[in-house]
């Protein structure tokens, strides 16, 4: 392969779907990852994560030639970085994978070419990696184009998304914006939107906020609901015949790597501000346990009445429904505290999206349901809601899988 175009550092669940997609372009591209398996899994063609369609646009981009990888940076035109951004501490956010990828590439920097990070940042992050950049590298001030570009796809759907989503580019002068812009309209059908660094870091932090405070409405409901002896699901149906009403749905909690994470990195900058935001997080941390705790008061209540510990089905593992993905589940909290609280009661773990689990012992759904005397439903992933449940059942339904005439 010549010189490739694009050095994409970070090879996972955006980095690798966005190295393939732009490879499919018949551009040249070198992935970059610090996991030598990584490396070696993308180099024979295959993948090393779920997600739909991705094998394919893989395979297709290193039998073509257009796409490999290694542990090292190489000298290309454009640099992506899109590595994780975790936490350190008490939620404070931790640029620092940022920063290795950003110092393993600056002296392959050369007049001309376009930095851009992807990955989800703290305000102000852009600015830092370029004053770092132009501390080791100052005859090169002025002379690059540096910008941040947050992704917004969803996992499950992110082949689709990379190129029709509409996108937001800040760069840190309007000619770094331009050039970006420039950049991705090779790949994106969406409309780009231009603004500055700092906003467009914002915009992806606010995004999944929004969504995370708008999700804490449905669970604080569902709490009150439970208190009221109101059917929560019938409630926000009915509300949301409203034309301005639009309630999302409760659940067992709120998980995954993006809302649950991203609002905390305005929180911990801005406490004294922020204070929706972080009530959120806490109602919708607070959502899981309450699930747990109903589980126990359900299990004791059945004891006292029937003589008898009861058994039960746990439905569901995954972070949302229908997909594969375990992390950062509220579900598998859910089940890990359930299980820690009394270990040896009877219990049906289920979860349809995958065989086996390294820690729990799973039961197909269809046995769970009849053998069990509690059924907690915890992720609603579609084989549960065509599921017919006896009478006699104890049903705790944390999100809305069974089907009520009036809903
Ligand atoms: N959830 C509810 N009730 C709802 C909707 C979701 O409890 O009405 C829960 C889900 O069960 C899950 C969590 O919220 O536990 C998050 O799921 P999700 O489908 O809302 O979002 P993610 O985490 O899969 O993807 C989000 C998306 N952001 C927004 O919708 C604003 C996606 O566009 C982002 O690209 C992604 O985060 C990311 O990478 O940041």
Same mark, same amino acid.
């Given at each position: 392969m010549n010189q490739p175009e694009v050095v994409m550092i970070g090879l996972g669940y955006i980095g690798l779907p966005t190295a393939a997609l732009i490879a499919q372009n018949e551009v040249n591209v070198h992935g970059v990852d610090i996991n030598p398996k990584v490396v070696e899994t993308i180099n024979k063609g295959e993948i090393h994560i779920v997600e739909p369609e991705l094998d394919s646009a893989v395979e297709t981009a290193v039998k073509n030639g257009y796409l490999r990888a290694s542990t090292k940076a190489v000298t290309a035109n454009n640099y992506l970085i899109v590595v994780p951004t975790?936490?350190?501490?008490?939620?404070?956010?931790?640029?620092?994978?940022?920063? &290795? &990828?950003?110092?393993?590439?600056?002296?392959?920097?050369?007049?001309?070419?376009?930095? @851009? @990070?992807?990955?989800?940042?703290?305000?102000?992050?852009?600015e830092?990696?370029?004053?770092? @950049?132009?501390?080791?590298?100052?005859?090169?001030?002025?002379?690059?184009?540096? &910008?941040? *570009?947050?992704?917004?796809?969803?996992?499950g759907n992110v082949m689709y998304e990379l190129v029709h989503n509409d996108r937001v580019i800040g760069g840190i002068d309007e000619k770094s914006t331009d050039k970006a812009i420039s950049f991705y309209s090779n790949y994106v059908k969406g409309k780009l939107h231009r603004t500055n660094a700092r906003t467009a870091e914002m915009c992806k932090l606010v995004e999944?906020?929004?969504?995370?405070?708008?999700?804490?409405?449905?669970?604080?409901?569902?709490?009150i609901c439970d208190k009221a002896e109101i059917n929560v699901w019938e409630l926000i149906n009915l509300a949301n015949k409203h034309p301005r009403v639009n309630i999302l749905q409760p659940g067992c909690g709120v998980g995954g790597h993006c809302i649950a994470v991203d609002p905390y990195f305005i929180v $911990?900058?801005?406490?004294?501000? $922020?204070?929706?935001?972080?009530? &959120?997080?806490?109602?919708?941390?607070?959502?899981?346990?309450? *699930?747990?705790?109903?589980i126990q008061n359900a299990k004791l209540k059945f004891e006292l009445e029937y003589g008898r510990k009861p058994k039960v089905a746990l439905m569901g593992l995954a972070f949302k429904p229908n997909i594969d993905d375990l992390r950062e589940s509220p579900a598998k909290y859910i089940v890990n505290k359930v299980l820690q609280n009394d270990s040896n009661g009877e219990y049906f773990i289920v979860e349809p999206n995958i065989e086996e689990h390294n820690v729990f012992k799973l039961t197909n759904y269809n046995e769970a349901i009849e053998k069990a005397d509690v059924i907690a439903f915890l992720v609603a992933h579609e084989e549960f809601k065509q599921m017919k449940l006896d009478k006699d059942k104890v049903v705790l339904d944390f999100c809305g899988v069974i089907k009520n005439e009036n809903i």
């Amino acid at each position: 392969m010549n010189q490739p175009e694009v050095v994409m550092i970070g090879l996972g669940y955006i980095g690798l779907p966005t190295a393939a997609l732009i490879a499919q372009n018949e551009v040249n591209v070198h992935g970059v990852d610090i996991n030598p398996k990584v490396v070696e899994t993308i180099n024979k063609g295959e993948i090393h994560i779920v997600e739909p369609e991705l094998d394919s646009a893989v395979e297709t981009a290193v039998k073509n030639g257009y796409l490999r990888a290694s542990t090292k940076a190489v000298t290309a035109n454009n640099y992506l970085i899109v590595v994780p951004t975790p936490f350190k501490g008490k939620n404070e956010p931790d640029i620092s994978f940022v920063e &290795a &990828a950003t110092l393993g590439i600056i002296p392959l920097l050369k007049e001309g070419d376009l930095y @851009i @990070i992807e990955s989800t940042s703290p305000i102000g992050t852009t600015e830092k990696m370029r004053d770092l @950049i132009y501390q080791k590298r100052p005859e090169l001030r002025d002379k690059l184009f540096l &910008a941040y *570009c947050p992704e917004r796809v969803l996992p499950g759907n992110v082949m689709y998304e990379l190129v029709h989503n509409d996108r937001v580019i800040g760069g840190i002068d309007e000619k770094s914006t331009d050039k970006a812009i420039s950049f991705y309209s090779n790949y994106v059908k969406g409309k780009l939107h231009r603004t500055n660094a700092r906003t467009a870091e914002m915009c992806k932090l606010v995004e999944n906020s929004s969504r995370d405070v708008q999700i804490a409405f449905a669970n604080e409901l569902s709490l009150i609901c439970d208190k009221a002896e109101i059917n929560v699901w019938e409630l926000i149906n009915l509300a949301n015949k409203h034309p301005r009403v639009n309630i999302l749905q409760p659940g067992c909690g709120v998980g995954g790597h993006c809302i649950a994470v991203d609002p905390y990195f305005i929180v $911990s900058e801005y406490p004294m501000e $922020s204070k929706i935001i972080g009530t &959120a997080r806490e109602v919708n941390n607070y959502k899981s346990f309450w *699930c747990a705790e109903k589980i126990q008061n359900a299990k004791l209540k059945f004891e006292l009445e029937y003589g008898r510990k009861p058994k039960v089905a746990l439905m569901g593992l995954a972070f949302k429904p229908n997909i594969d993905d375990l992390r950062e589940s509220p579900a598998k909290y859910i089940v890990n505290k359930v299980l820690q609280n009394d270990s040896n009661g009877e219990y049906f773990i289920v979860e349809p999206n995958i065989e086996e689990h390294n820690v729990f012992k799973l039961t197909n759904y269809n046995e769970a349901i009849e053998k069990a005397d509690v059924i907690a439903f915890l992720v609603a992933h579609e084989e549960f809601k065509q599921m017919k449940l006896d009478k006699d059942k104890v049903v705790l339904d944390f999100c809305g899988v069974i089907k009520n005439e009036n809903i």
